[in-house]
């Protein structure tokens, strides 16, 4: 009888390791699942689509700044031509004459007064007219002191044009006995300064254009001789100057 037949196991060789890993364990983090180098897929989380709003934001600064510069050109020119057209130039004003009607201290050392004032105001514009508008005010103050305020007539001055303006102011000032003493002392000299400041509003006329609401600024300086009631003063220094603001 033949040999039995032997049957043994076939035992297969197993696969040799690869020398490196198919994923980088260290570029991924571990998860609860296992480890990374098990992992065959790594989804990468899409960053969220940026937002356009400052990119809105810069194109309406841009826009406003082109718009501002427009503006500003437009009323450059326009300035330029009025200018080179009308040629405008500043009134002239100037204080002729002061007169004080009252000027007395009362029981109660108040002091009243009251002064008329001649101004010569020359418009020497040749294309420009001047309206004086009502809201004038005009003042006397005696270092610092208030002594009398009053107000222009509404009136319009044409072009090339001089006119006399009569002005009166009146005031009452308290607890005026100091005061007093130095007007006494400050009279004794010949010499005593005197303030007269005026808020002018006006509208000027071009051509049949007229302009929005002017304010001219008055401010004289003035040294008189005396104050004393009844007596017209002799004005040893005048000096005015005149600015405008819109």
Not at 149 to 173: A, C, D, F, K
Not at 196 to 203: H, Q
Not at 221 to 243: K, Q, T, Y
Request: net charge positive; proline share 7%; with cysteine.
């Amino acid at each position: 009888m033949a040999d039995h037949l032997k049957i043994h196991p076939y035992q297969a060789s197993p696969p040799p390791k690869p020398s490196a890993p198919l994923v980088n364990s260290g570029s991924y983090p571990r998860s609860e699942h296992g480890d990374p180098e098990m992992q065959q897929y790594y989804v990468r989380k899409a960053a969220p689509p940026r937002k356009r709003r400052c990119c809105t934001c810069k194109r309406c600064f841009c826009w406003t700044l082109v718009l501002l510069i427009l503006v500003v050109l437009a009323l450059g020119t326009l300035a330029a031509v009025v200018y080179f057209v009308y040629r405008p130039r500043l009134p002239e004003y100037s204080i002729d004459d002061l007169r004080i009607t009252q000027y007395n201290l009362g029981s109660d050392n108040t002091l009243t007064a009251t002064f008329n004032v001649d101004i010569t105001a020359t418009n020497p514009n040749t294309r420009i007219g001047i309206y004086y508008e009502d809201g004038s005010s005009f003042s006397v103050s005696y270092t610092g002191t208030e002594l009398c305020r009053g107000s222009l007539p509404v009136l319009y001055q044409g072009y090339r044009n001089t006119t006399v303006i009569r002005l009166t102011l009146t005031g009452e000032t308290a607890d005026a006995a100091r005061l007093i003493q130095r007007l006494q002392a400050q009279q004794q000299t010949g010499s005593v300064p005197l303030d007269l400041r005026g808020r002018v509003p006006v509208r000027l006329r071009l051509g049949d254009l007229k302009l929005s609401t002017w304010r001219f600024l008055v401010n004289c300086r003035l040294i008189v001789d005396s104050l004393s009631a009844d007596n017209e003063l002799r004005i040893r220094e005048r000096n005015c100057r005149i600015r405008f603001r819109l």
